[in-house]
């Protein structure tokens, strides 16, 4: 497992007018985006039943982990099973791709099958819901436009409407949402080994300071 590096800020909306224009110039759009740029991420997140990686990311726990399945602009044909790993203040992501079906017998409670699966990443997914009662949380949805930068494997994101609700309707995109407190829009850039200056000059924020926003503690508001 490679660790990267990242960080986060909040930003305002001429903020990502003026970094998407910097960007344009001198990294390329994700090839996964839409012909405007950007992408819509629907991700369902795991918890026990003590909130631990809540509580964790609340407490500032220096090494933690949570579980979350995502799919982008309502398409079920690519689900992606992910476990999310932060230590110091640097991360790592474990992935894992899943079908319709098997993400629909995971939502109804129909796990036993996971333990055989042959999917490595959802066997460890299965361990933990048996043993620890690792359950469905919470929806978390949003837009993001993504960039990337070859040297140094730079990946910048932006991302806002931030959307929550409960996990029942994680299948139903039409489903209610609501909007997290105070609307934040978020910045965040990810590397390996070093950040390029030009990278480093293209998101430039002066006098902001980086944050620990975590879009599944903000979701968790409402329940």
């Known amino acids: 497992m490679e660790y990267r590096h990242e960080i986060k800020h909040y930003i305002t909306e001429a903020d990502a007018v003026a970094i998407r224009q910097n960007l344009t110039a001198v990294a390329s759009v994700d ?52 476990c999310k790993m932060k230590r110091d203040n640097v991360g790592c992501k474990l992935q894992q791709r899943l079908t319709e079906d098997e993400l629909r017998r995971i939502m109804a409670g129909d796990i036993n099958w996971m333990a055989t699966s042959g999917k490595p990443l959802l066997t460890v997914l299965y361990v933990e819901m048996k043993s620890r009662g690792l359950r469905p949380k919470c929806v978390v949805e949003y837009m993001r436009a993504p960039f990337v930068y070859a040297p140094g494997n730079v990946r910048v994101t932006i991302d806002w409407n931030i959307r929550t609700g409960p996990p029942a309707q994680f299948l139903d995109p ?28 293209a998101t430039a924020l002066k006098g902001r300071r980086s944050t620990a926003f975590s879009k599944y503690a903000a979701c968790r508001i409402y329940g």
């Open 31 to 82: 090839s996964h985006a839409g012909k405007n740029g950007c992408y819509c991420i629907r991700s369902l997140y795991f918890d026990d039943l003590s909130d631990t990686a809540l509580w964790e990311k609340l407490d500032g726990v220096n090494e933690r982990r949570k579980f979350r399945i995502r799919y982008y602009n309502d398409d079920l044909s690519y689900i992606m099973l992910e």
């Open 174 to 201: 039409r489903g209610l949402t609501l909007p997290v407190e105070d609307n934040p829009m978020i910045l965040e850039v990810k590397w390996d080994d070093y950040l390029p200056g030009i990278i480093r000059k």
